[in-house]
């Protein structure tokens, strides 16, 4: 796995071996990262990388310019690589982690609000549907929230859906205000 575009671009990212994770490959990278272009970019922006796994959404981030990212992920073991990588780019200091279930984190009262929230979780999970709302209450008032999920799941009614892409069996939702679209 590697960063797809920014100062980092070409440097690989490290991951456990197996499937303790299902980092976003690099080609949805690229396309969900030209979708944010189109709306502004994340260019000194604040991001929350939820289920971060190995952190290759905030990575990617920070390597297209934005200021921070805060890494939430549950296991402690994986998040050890997200951090393992941003020093091995030296970028660290732009870097929060926290190891913590992002459910519980989504649902009590934000301390920050960002910019961006990326939300890649497992694709079964029984709360997907409630996320975007959650995930509201965390962002700024123009912010965007980054969700990817199963082709199973389908967000077309939901109000604050701005776009959706498929990538194989991959959907990527992407959800602000109306404001965005213009």
């Not at 077309?156 to 776009?163: A, Q, R, S, V, Y």
Request: proline share 5%; aromatic share 10%.
């Amino acid at each position: 796995m590697r960063i797809v575009s920014g100062k980092f671009k070409r440097r690989l990212m490290s991951s456990p071996k197996g499937n303790v994770t299902r980092p976003t490959t690099d080609r949805v990278r690229e396309s969900l990262f030209n979708l944010l272009y189109s709306l502004g970019g994340v260019d000194d922006k604040r991001i929350l990388d939820m289920f971060a796994g190995t952190g290759a959404l905030g990575l990617e981030a920070l390597s297209r310019g934005a200021s921070s990212v805060t890494f939430v992920e549950s296991n402690p073991r994986v998040l050890r690589f997200a951090r393992a990588n941003a020093e091995n780019f030296g970028i660290q200091k732009q870097c929060s982690f926290l190891s913590v279930d992002a459910i519980r984190f989504l649902k009590r009262p934000p301390r920050v609000k960002y910019d961006f929230i990326f939300a890649d979780p497992p694709y079964e999970l029984p709360e997907m549907a409630r996320l975007p709302e959650w995930a509201q209450n965390h962002l700024e008032e123009y912010g965007i929230f980054v969700l990817e999920h199963d082709k199973r799941i389908f967000f077309d009614d939901h109000p604050g859906l701005l776009i959706s892409r498929k990538y194989g069996r991959t959907i990527v939702s992407i959800f602000g205000s109306r404001e965005h679209e213009s």
